[in-house]
């Protein structure tokens, strides 16, 4: 049985099962993964005593082997579900190799690259011949980020009015046009 599952788990890389025979073919299919990363004829036939299926040995190190390479170990994931089985109550699970999981790994990317890309950046390295109005065209050469323009500081305040009631649903410009005029 447990071999006939781990055919099915290269080839398919996801199973649904309850979740002793996954524990159970977490247990019996791992070893097999780690010999996969060194393609070599003892390790072909090693794996292929315990598969017995030419279609998943090829799988296994042809596609699956040059995803896990650079992996420690830990190459498959157990995801238990919530609902039951309706004949004996079991519980469900999902075991699956967990470099093919594409929705988790498009999550995982989106997430580096939201935490590479931040909106303002701590140290701003401003070139030595950048003027004032081109600092932020010089912090983006600098640091390559995109980098909001910079504001516009007024040197002087603005001068003081007295503030004036607009009364009839006159704009200010029509109220000073009708005192100017009057």
């Known amino acids: 049985m447990l071999s006939n599952m781990a055919s099915s788990l290269i080839l398919h890389k996801r199973l649904t099962t309850t979740v002793a025979k996954a ?7 791992e070893p097999m993964l780690t010999k996969s990363k060194e393609d070599t004829t003892h390790s072909r036939r ?6 017995q299926d030419k279609e998943s040995i090829k799988e296994l190190f042809g596609n699956i082997s040059s ?9 498959t994931r157990i995801l238990k579900l919530s609902n039951t089985r309706l004949g004996d109550n079991a519980e469900m699970c999902v075991i699956e190799l967990v470099d093919f999981n594409e ?19 701590r140290s701003r390295k401003k070139s030595s011949g950048a003027a004032t109005g081109d ?6 050469e600098v640091t390559g980020e995109s980098v909001a323009p910079a504001a516009t500081v007024e040197t002087s305040a603005p001068a003081d009015n007295a503030t004036e009631t607009v009364e009839g649903g006159e704009s200010r410009d029509e109220a000073k046009a009708d005192e100017a005029g009057a």
């Open 23 to 29: 524990k159970a073919l977490r247990k019996y299919v």
């Open 103 to 121: 929705t988790l790994l498009e999550a995982k990317s989106a997430a580096a690259e939201k935490a590479t890309t931040t909106r303002r950046s």
């Open 135 to 140: 600092a932020a065209t010089s912090a983006v």
């Open 46 to 51: 090693m794996v292929f005593a315990a598969l």
């Open 67 to 75: 995803k896990i390479a650079t992996r420690p170990g830990g190459y």
